[in-house]
């Protein structure tokens, strides 16, 4: 059953939420939403919270988790 998760993201421009956008794609397996104003990705998925946490640490921006949503 996958699960919703929201994480915070350092994101401040489109090409951010590109670079976000990128890196979940290239893992698979995930449905996300990004909110850029507030600086969060929601993400439906199986995946741990670590390989989620991981996979949007290779964007180069500061990220924590936000806890199930």
């Known amino acids: 059953m996958p699960l919703k ?9 489109e090409g951010c939420s590109n670079a ?13 939403d990004i909110d850029l104003p507030n600086k969060k990705v929601c993400i439906n998925s199986e995946h741990s919270v670590d390989t989620l946490l991981e996979t949007l640490g290779k964007t180069g921006k500061a990220v924590s988790y936000l806890g199930p949503k």
């Open 5 to 13: 998760h929201e994480f915070s993201v350092d994101m401040t421009c």
């Open 20 to 32: 976000v956008t990128r890196v979940l794609n290239k893992l698979g397996g995930v449905q996300f």
